[in-house]
C-alpha cells in the first residue's frame, strides 16, 4: 500500500468500534470492528504493538437503529463532556448512575446507562449497581429528552417504570434538558 492511502474494512452487527494502526509511514490502517454487547463499552486504550505502532479503540457512539430516540444519548453524552466543568458539575448535581432500558416498537429492549457518579459520561448497557433504573417506550424516552413529556406524568400513567431511588432520578433533569437542545429526535 502506498504512503497515505486509506485502508477501510467495516462489519457492523452491534455497538461500533474502531481501531487505526499507524505503519511508521505515514499511512493509517483502518478497521471497524464490532465489541459483542456483553463487554458493554470500552475505553480508549492504546496497546502498545512495537515501538511505532499502536491501536486505539474509540467508542464511536450510542445510537442503535432499532431504537431512533437512543441517539439522544449522544447528544446526553455530548452535553456531559462538553467541557470539563459542565462534566463535574452533572457529577456534583447528579452524583450516581442512572441505567435506562428502552423498549422498541418490535418488543425489543436495550439498555444505557449515565455514570454520575465517577466518569460524567454514557455507555451501554445499565453499568455496574445503578442507583435507579428507568424503564420505558423508546417512543416515550425520545418525548421526555426533546422536552414533549414530563416525568412525573409519564410515571403516574404507568409508561415510565423506576427502580431504585426514586428521588435519585429528579436529579436527572438538568442533564436532559442540557441535552434537548443538542438532541434532533
Known amino acids: 500500500m502506498a504512503t497515505g492511502a486509506l485502508s477501510l474494512r467495516a462489519l457492523v452487527l452491534g455497538p461500533l468500534h474502531v481501531n487505526a494502526l499507524g ?5 493509517i490502517h483502518m478497521c471497524a470492528s464490532v465489541i ?20 486505539t479503540f474509540v467508542k464511536m457512539g450510542f445510537a442503535n437503529p432499532k431504537f431512533p430516540a437512543s441517539a439522544a444519548f449522544d447528544a446526553i453524552n455530548s452535553a456531559l463532556t462538553a467541557s470539563e466543568a ?4 452533572a ?12 423498549k422498541n416498537k418490535a ?21 455496574e449497581k445503578p ?3 428507568l424503564a420505558l417506550s423508546d417512543d416515550d424516552f425520545g418525548k421526555l429528552v426533546a422536552g414533549k413529556a414530563n416525568a412525573q406524568r409519564l410515571f403516574m400513567s404507568g ?12 436529579k436527572l433533569d438538568p442533564v436532559l434538558k442540557k441535552a434537548q437542545t443538542k438532541a434532533k429526535l
Open 86 to 89: 459542565d462534566r463535574k458539575d
Open 159 to 170: 409508561k415510565l417504570k423506576i427502580k431504585g431511588d426514586v428521588m435519585k432520578a429528579t
Open 107 to 127: 418488543g425489543e429492549t436495550e439498555s444505557w446507562h449515565i455514570d454520575l457518579k465517577q466518569k460524567g459520561a454514557v455507555g451501554t448497557g445499565t453499568g
Open 23 to 27: 505503519n511508521g509511514r505515514g499511512s
Open 36 to 55: 459483542p454487547s456483553k463487554l458493554g463499552h470500552l475505553e480508549p486504550n492504546n496497546l502498545v504493538l512495537s515501538t511505532n505502532t499502536s491501536v
Open 131 to 133: 442507583d435507579v433504573t
Open 91 to 102: 457529577i456534583k448535581k447528579g452524583s450516581g448512575l442512572y441505567a435506562f432500558t428502552l
